[in-house]
């Protein structure tokens, strides 16, 4: 990236467009202010094909940015301001304008990104949201303009496809509720709200506790426990999710250099995202050096998506780490489009049935017909498979009489501290012998 393009990709998602943003806002504002004017602050945000996150470099996005920029700039007055926050969301700020009036503009932005695009050869649709808060009648200030704003943007979204919402004067609690995550979440690591759960996998063979998963949580100030459900999109769309990663990956290995008297097997999530970092072996080696932690105590779960893998060097660096001692497992199977002949080209060692497999077998027990035959392949293969979400006893003993090898689940705990884990094996295992003795009585 040449230094003009670094220059503007700064204004654009760094500090600058932050500053730049609050500059326009206040002056727009205090404009407003003394003319006794309305301004309306526009949140808009695009939602690109899932694809366009799955490569560094996309020159079609490339071109598709500077095309959505193009038709904003056309679609809104002179006077108007359109900033680029991120890579998806714009703040726009309209002057000396009715409620009607900047209805008007905004659906005109609306349909613009909605047209078309034509990119070699290629034909792209956008879908967008926009929510809107007005001065002075919506809010005076400016940060709770912006907030308003974004909630407003959420409401529009869940109404209706390329939807626009107006601050009325009420907020709907779901849509603030993420704009406080979405606005906290790139403090949360550096004010020490994140801490991670595991919760325990229990090996049917050996009848003991072997291992973890690692869970990432958020302790909210104010809004309390926050599940990796509501914020790890997000992540992923501010660029925060290999910085998560690592920091989780750290964690593990400090609690585990710290306890080393039994030694469990610790699963931890790696995402699409980090396959692509070119330093991903050397900062995974140099995190274990610094614990003296083995990679054969880790398994690194990955998502199930059969097209990132075949790109050469993501393959390559799944079977570096597997040559580097950790285990691989595949999470969620049966949520995409796997076959059982993409095994032999990857290094697997585990796939984790998804839990709609679970579920649905508690449902009709006519689908033992189809799990059977997928547990029975793995074994074929080599491949251990793992049950996640077995809740209770009657889950249990169906899992145990399907031959499957690890499961995981709240019969045997719900996701608890590390300090926990290590104090209560014993009393998890006990609680699971006593199900097989059930079992062997009825």
């Known amino acids: 990236m040449d230094g003009k393009n670094m220059e503007r990709e700064d204004q654009l998602f760094g500090l600058s467009s932050v500053h730049l943003l609050n500059e326009r806002l206040q002056l727009t504002l205090a404009f407003s202010k003394r003319y006794q004017m309305s301004t309306a602050v526009c949140y808009l945000r695009l939602f690109l094909p899932p694809e366009f996150s799955q490569h560094k470099e996309n020159e079609i996005e490339t071109v598709l940015m500077n095309k959505i920029s193009e038709r904003l700039r056309r679609s809104i007055r002179d006077i108007d301001t359109v ?15 009715t409620e009607h009036d900047c209805k008007v503009i905004c659906e005109r932005v609306m349909a613009s990104i909605a047209d078309r695009y034509t990119i070699d050869f290629n034909y792209l649709s956008i879908n967008s949201s926009m929510g809107i808060c007005m001065y002075p009648y919506g809010s005076e200030n400016p ?20 939807g626009i919402s107006f601050y009325k004067g009420e907020l709907n609690p779901a849509a603030y509720r993420k704009v406080l995550i979405e606005n906290d979440l790139p403090y949360a690591l550096k004010k020490g709200q994140l801490y991670v759960e595991y919760q325990p996998q229990y090996c049917l063979e050996q009848r003991a506790i072997v291992g973890a998963e690692a869970l990432i949580r958020w302790n ?15 992540a992923e ?20 250099a710290s306890k080393k008297d039994r030694m469990l097997k610790y699963s931890i999530n790696l995402s699409v995202n980090q396959l692509l970092l070119d330093s991903l072996i050397l900062d995974i080696s140099n995190i274990l050096n610094r614990y003296s932690v083995s990679a054969a105590q880790l398994t690194l779960e990955i998502t199930e998506n059969i097209e990132i893998y075949t790109i050469r060097k993501v393959n390559e660096k799944l079977h570096l780490l597997r040559e580097m001692g950790f285990t691989i497992a595949l999470d969620d199977f049966g949520n995409g489009y796997f076959s059982f002949s993409d095994f032999i080209k990857l290094p697997i060692d585990f796939i984790k049935l998804d839990r709609d497999f679970v579920f649905s077998l508690l449902k009709n027990k006519k689908h033992k017909g189809v799990i059977t035959p997928i547990i029975q392949m793995a074994h074929n293969l080599d491949l251990q498979v793992i049950i996640e979400g077995i809740e ?5 003993v169906e899992w145990v009489n399907l031959d499957c090898d690890i499961i995981q689940g709240y019969f045997i705990s719900k996701p608890i501290s590390f300090e926990e884990l290590t104090t209560s094996i014993g009393d998890m295992e ?13």
């Open 83 to 97: 900033i680029q926050i991120n890579k998806t969301d714009f703040i726009i700020l309209i002057a000396d304008i």
């Open 237 to 256: 769309q501010a660029g925060m999710l290999n910085g998560l990663f690592f920091w989780v990956f750290e964690e593990v290995c400090k609690k585990m």
């Open 143 to 162: 940060d709770e303009l912006k907030t308003l704003a974004k909630a407003q943007m959420y409401e529009a979204g869940e109404a209706l496809e390329n």
């Open 220 to 234: 909210h100030p104010s809004l309390g426990a926050i599940s990796p459900g509501e914020f790890i999109a997000y």
């Open 430 to 442: 006990k609680k699971v012998a006593v199900g097989f003795s059930s079992e062997k009585e009825q």
């Open 392 to 396: 209770d006893y009657s889950q249990f």
